[in-house]
Structure formats: C-alpha cells, structure tokens
C-alpha cells in the first residue's frame, strides 16, 4: 500500500501562489492514480484536481480550472498542485489521494472522494484579502 504526505500549505494574500506536494511511500508510485481535494470550515470535502499515473490526463474542478495545475513526478514519487492567482474561497484544508484505478475507471471516478483508497493528513492553505 502507500502512504501519503502533503506539505507546503500555509498563509498567503490573495492574488498570491503556493506549491503543495505530496510525498507517496513506496516502489509503485507509478501505479496510482492520484487526486487532490479540500475541505473548508462547515462544508463537505471537494474535489480540486486529479491525474493519471502517467501523468498523461489532468482533470479539475470548474472553480480551480485556470488557476491551478497539477503535476507529478513519478521519479520522485511526488505530485504537486500549483496554486496561482488564489482566492479567499480557496481557504480550506487540502488533502493528497490516491488508488490504483485504471485510465478508463478513472474517467468516471476521478472526482468521487470514495472511490480513493488512500489519503494524506491533509495542510492548511489560508488566503487573506
């Protein structure tokens, strides 16, 4: 199985950027299909961005799309979510996912908080006007 870690969240103005990372345990990285979602104070856990395990698909959230990007770097075991031009309803806890879905399940699965089988702590991001 893997584990997963995110770093890099923090306080920033809004207008401003951050890079979050999650650190995966492990020999397969490579494997998995991996996701980022958040959480606000009060609300339900959503979706923010997703990709294949090859990195070849990216998916993400309407809210999001534009601002940020996901990437991975399966050498390193690592996937990031650049976050520019933030927003203060971009405040939230952000949480690193992951599961061994094929290209195809994934297409239909890739926002679904309950079809990942691994999570991270999760870091706080808080963006200030």
């Known amino acids: 199985q893997v584990q997963l870690v995110e770093s890099g969240g923090g306080l920033v103005q809004a207008g401003g950027s951050l890079r979050l990372s999650c650190a995966a345990s492990g020999r397969t990285f490579s494997n998995y299909a991996m996701g980022w979602f958040r959480q606000a104070p009060g609300k339900e856990r959503e979706f923010v961005a997703a990709?294949?395990?090859?990195?070849?698909?990216?998916y993400y959230a309407n809210s999001v799309k534009g601002r940020f990007t996901i990437s991975r770097d399966n050498a390193k075991n690592t996937m990031y979510l650049q976050m520019n031009s933030l927003k203060p309803e971009d405040t939230a806890v952000y949480y690193c996912a992951a599961n061994q879905f094929t290209d195809v399940l994934f297409r239909f699965w890739f926002s679904t908080e309950g079809r990942y089988a691994f999570w991270g702590q999760g870091t706080q991001v808080t963006v200030s006007s």
């Open positions: 990709i294949t395990s090859s990195g070849g698909s990216t």
